[in-house]
């Protein structure tokens, strides 16, 4: 079983496989992220407590959502480097670590910049807040540790493990909202019965979710591919393959 | 159908300008910047690998060259 999967492994086939993949995530992502925001800028109802601040859902529950998503891959990538022993696998888990720190980020301001109109408060030390910024940190974490190593197998290891570890912030963020008193509203879309939110405010939020998985998938793409080079610069594929990108720019 | 009568009422989004469009454009900016930043180490990395190729050939140039200076005997005069 999984044996298609193995070739992939080798850095270069991985390559290979992000070229062919890269044009299939950009246009479907911009696509979507503008359609998705225009739509929830302009069109979607507005909320009848909160007014125009509403509009802030558009951007927040993607990054937000996806923050936590990309830190599981993140984590399955460490999983797989470790029990497989593919270094690929952790090139991958370093190539989305910075995604989703960005992710983490936009979610943390997103959320501060809609809590201080509706909360009164740009910032409340509650546990859905704290969680997630405790995911912020465990990207840096993640990342400096990463950087720290010299031997990159070595560092891929340790960050690997880290990024183990932390999966267990995960559930911890997802349930804050239900086992803690908090100020943050429970999920309206990702629960198993009817998502209470009305349809025409949740078909722009669906595109936008969209659109952000596929940008995230398009930039981890991305570092994925500068990851590979950083790590065999001195393999004759990669001679190949810069002598034949010349060639190509010359004609 | 749009929601806002003007473009003036569009940007003001019903009082709430200041938040929406901080989280917007912070959200836009952080995506483009990490786009970016992609984009440049990329081109950094070919050129590291282009610049090491064509020092490996002179240095590989030079070697010949003062192998053929020191074997081959000086035919000038």
Known sequence: MWKWLHPYAKPERAYQLCNTLLPWFALPAVVCLVVGTMWGLAYAPQDYQQGDSFRIIYIHVPSAMLSMSTYVAMAIAALVGMVWQWRTAYMAMIAMAPVGAVMTFIALLTG???GKPMWGAWW???????SELILLFLYFGVIALYSAFED????GKAAGVMALVGVVNIPIIHYSVEWW???HQGSTITKFDKPSIATEMLWPLLLNIFGFALFIALVTTMRLKNEIIRREMHRPWVQMLVKQKETNDAV | MMQFESWADFWAMGGYA???WLSFGVALGAMALITIFSVIEHKRLIKQVVTEQQR???IQRAQQQARNDTTEPDRSN
């Open chain 1, 112 to 114: 501060a910049a809609w």
């Open chain 1, 124 to 130: 409340v030390w509650d546990a859905r807040l704290t």
């Open chain 1, 152 to 155: 990159k197998q070595q560092a």
């Open chain 1, 181 to 183: 008193n908090t100020l």
């Open chain 2, 18 to 20: 200041f938040y929406v």
């Open chain 2, 56 to 58: 490996k050939l002179r």
